[in-house]
């Protein structure tokens, strides 16, 4: 075996800390991708975090959504790249070999019966793309869905600095509210929350294969909501202990990761994937929070 052949990593000197840009900690950025939105991807173009610090990586299903956003994600990669734009670590596309669905109409998608189906199926992408592209010198991995059109471009360095194992933003979307024409917000992801006696009451009392999932009035969870903690006047630095996650925009330790925390594709605790993982990552004894006052902004379609 040539000398070359064998690499060494001391994951103890792998770093996180609230000073991650100075302190050059690598981070993954990973996106599940059925549709490319190019506000996304100007996004996160104008991050300011060193781009030579950050990995991207995509997972895209194996459906005609699929082939045309990977069309749209290579050509736009090459566009950077032919203006010497192009500055990350690396780029990793994965297929699925995977299912998932058809129909991704905002409609479709969200209807209560389809749920357990889709959710099982995004967490297995989710899976696919963590534990194929996570290597051993990324300290955080930020978790961005493709729809996902504006954050503050100090977004890395802005959650890093909470210096939290798993810490999820606020995701709303903006709209033009039609009676006043103006541009409005309103909250988006329902799934950044804190469990309730309801919610565990519910849980208690379903099949082994049942699960819960938030967001619809036909489960009553009366789980306390961080998309409705925000507070316009309130510091955006304000975090708030939660329960489940949403996968819109978070940052989790890679630690967390690499001790086993994955998106569940079967009911753990009655949750499956992003709400499940924060629950695994619970079990494994880390602490998840929100930052309720910190938006970021969900496409309209
Ligand atoms: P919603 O915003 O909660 O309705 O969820 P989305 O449909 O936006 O899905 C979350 C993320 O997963 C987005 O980044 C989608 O582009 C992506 N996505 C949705 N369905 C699939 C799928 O079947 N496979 C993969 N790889 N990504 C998907
Ligand atoms: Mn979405």
């Not at 566009?79 to 998932?100: A, E, H, M, T």
Request: hydrophobic residues 40%; aromatic residues 10%; without cysteine.
């Amino acid at each position: 075996l040539p000398k070359n052949h064998i690499s060494h990593y001391d994951l103890n000197k792998l770093t996180n800390s609230p000073d991650a840009l100075a302190q050059q900690e690598e981070v993954l950025l990973l996106t599940p991708m059925s549709k490319f939105v190019p506000e996304y991807w100007n996004n996160i173009n104008a991050l300011t975090y060193d781009h030579s610090l950050i990995t991207l990586g995509f997972i895209l299903p194996r459906n005609t959504d699929g082939e045309v956003a990977l069309k749209a994600l290579e050509s736009s990669i090459k566009d950077l790249q032919s203006k010497n734009k192009l500055n990350y670590k690396k780029i990793v596309i994965l297929r699925q070999d995977s299912n998932s669905l058809e129909s991704q109409k905002e409609q479709d998608r969200h209807a209560l019966s389809v749920q357990k189906e889709r959710r099982g199926m995004m967490a297995l992408a989710r899976n696919s793309l963590v534990f194929t592209a996570l290597s051993p010198d990324h300290s955080w991995v930020l978790w961005l869905d493709a729809d996902i059109v504006e954050t503050p471009p100090t977004l890395i360095q802005d959650l890093t600095i909470h210096n939290k194992p798993v810490l999820s933003a606020n995701v709303y979307q903006k709209f033009i509210n039609k009676e006043t024409n103006q541009e409005e917000i309103r909250p988006y992801d329902f799934n950044n929350w804190v469990e309730s006696d309801e919610g565990l009451a519910i849980a208690a009392n379903m099949a082994d294969d049942e699960i819960i999932v938030e967001g619809y009035s036909q489960i009553a969870t009366y789980r306390p909501l961080m998309a409705h903690f925000y507070d316009p006047n309130g510091d955006v630095s304000t975090e708030m202990p939660l329960d489940g996650v949403g996968g819109g925009a978070v940052l989790v330790k890679a630690d967390v990761h690499r001790d086993g925390a994955m998106f569940p594709s079967f009911p753990f605790y009655h949750l499956i994937e992003t709400e499940g993982f924060a629950k695994m990552a619970k079990r494994l004894g880390y602490e998840v929070f929100g930052l309720p006052n910190y938006l970021v902004y969900h496409y309209n379609e």
